[in-house]
């Protein structure tokens, strides 16, 4: 059995994003389409005897239960116990490169990449199914980085999950304003602009989306086809979010939009657009210190950077 690896947890934006209602426990019903990209944080894992220790190099985040990935590897100990030795154990080091609390999908992915790697290191052999099933447990988005797929079609919480196409350009730019934003706080604001009729949810350009498993299934994703039922609520309480998409449209972008709760801005380049992106990325550095040039993922990738020990 290997004793280290390496693996990397990629980063997402919301390509397509409806809120369709409200569930009894607080939970949100959605229909996203989620893009993964190449920006990757980079967890090191190795196994060890009776604890779980987590360790985050030039990094303020929290090292104990506060962090998801330390809570995933307990999870992990916890749930298949009777598959592992007795008092196995773990030591991470994460390499954070994803911003934080910034509607990109970090931590769920960091943690998906725990439970992933502790079971490729572990050899419990657990279906890619059932890990991800069982992951919703440590939160909505964690099965969505259990799967390889480079782009899923999710309904439910964001838990049920379909393969789908995604956006076929080369270059994605992103901008994060450097503040964090609440997902919480969101949906709750969400909530009282739904009490408010300020914003009907059901109106949708995809008619029949209800109906719709996956509209995305046989059609790659368009840049006109951009929604985010979130943005609305952020911008009411960040205004600067409107002011970096109004920035990169005019810098050439196909669209721009808001991913998740926020806060960061994504802009959409077409095939042929790299110089352009490249320029856009090189004007938004300017201004903000929190800006990324990177690649829509198209491919079932090898998230596994490298094995130690004996394998």
Known sequence: MSTAIRVQA?????????????????YHLLASLMQKLDLCDT????ITTGTVSLHCPDSDLPRDEGNIALRAAQFFFTTYADRLPAACGARITLCKNIPIAAGLGGGSSDAAAVLVGLDRLCQTRIPRDELAAVSVQLGADVPLFVHDWPVSWATGIGDRLTRAKGFDGECVVLVNPGFSVSTKLIYENLALTLDEKKINLT??????????????????????????????????LFREINDIKRQLLAAGASSALMSGSG?????LFAQGGQKQAAACYEQMRKTYEQVFLVQPLHKDWNRFLSLTGNG
Not at 10 to 26: C, E, M, S, T, W
Not at 208 to 236: A, H, I, M, W, Y
Request: proline share 7%; with cysteine; hydrophobic share 35%.
């Open 10 to 26: 990629p980063a997402k934006i919301n390509l397509y994003l409806q809120v369709l209602g409200r569930r009894d426990d607080g």
């Open 203 to 236: 109106n949708s350009h995809f008619n029949g989306l209800l109906n719709r498993e996956n509209p995305f299934l046989n059609r790659s994703f368009q840049p006109c086809d951009v929604r985010n039922d979130l943005e609305e609520v952020t911008v009411s």
């Open 263 to 267: 806060p960061t801005v994504f802009a």
């Open 43 to 46: 967890l090191e894992i190795e």
